[in-house]
């Protein structure tokens, strides 16, 4: 489960961030503007909790940006409580509104209601840079282009990217690919998929972005938190 929590007051971050990180979460924490926007093009997010009153430009502007292409539920949480200000966040887009200061344990409880009633949002769909994996269908797409994978490239691409920000080791990965051809998957031919896959995937197959090798450990997709 991934939250986003963009808030320039980095004191109030990063103990929000803790306090769900010990519940379980995953939490990515964005600064301003841009580091937030960003990070949401580029992950996975389930819920976004967003100040209003950013550095550099509104919550109420990232939060219409947002909208454009997605509907992850969006809290904000600001000091900003007039009529006027709360009308103008769910007018943007927001799916609740929390005032500051706050109890952390009614924030985690407004959390837990809105992911429910929202459903989170759907998790067939993956998308990461210019990649987009169809989970139900099995479609790979890089940009405009279908890319066709084998079985068992399809099932590395989706242990890794279902634990994207996580190292997934190589022996987890032989256990998880028995059979996905309908034959054993030994070392050998786990590297041997692996460098296919990167083939079909990377810009560069010699300094890959998507599939990275954690030397000694195994593999991780992309960026490992």
């Known amino acids: 489960m991934n939250i986003l929590i963009v808030e320039d007051d980095k004191l109030l971050n990063k103990g929000v961030a803790y306090a769900l990180i010990k519940d379980g979460y995953n939490v990515i924490s964005a600064f301003h503007y841009d580091e937030g926007y960003t990070s949401f093009l ?126 997934v080791s190589r022996q987890t990965l032989l256990e998880k690919l028995w059979d996905a051809d309908g034959n054993f998957v030994d070392e050998n031919a786990l590297s041997v998929n692996i460098g296919r896959l990167r083939q079909k995937i990377e810009d560069d197959p010699k300094n890959p972005k998507y599939v990275i090798t954690v030397f000694g450990i195994g593999y991780t997709w992309g960026e490992c938190s």
């Open 42 to 167: 580029n992950n996975n997010i389930d819920l976004i909790l967003l100040d209003i009153n950013l550095k550099n430009k509104s919550g109420f502007t990232l939060c219409e940006e947002i909208r454009k292409k997605s509907h992850v539920p969006i809290v904000f949480m600001t000091v900003n409580d007039t009529e006027h200000d709360i009308i103008k966040g769910f007018q943007t887009g927001c799916d609740d509104y929390i005032s500051k200061p706050f109890s952390i344990a009614v924030l985690k409880q407004r959390i837990i209601a809105i992911l429910k009633r929202t459903n989170i949002h759907d998790k067939s769909i993956f998308k990461y840079k210019e990649i987009t994996i169809d989970y139900n269908m099995m479609v790979f797409k890089k940009g405009e282009n279908f890319i066709k994978l084998t079985k068992t490239e399809y099932k590395l691409i989706e242990l890794l990217t279902q634990n994207k920000g996580q190292v």
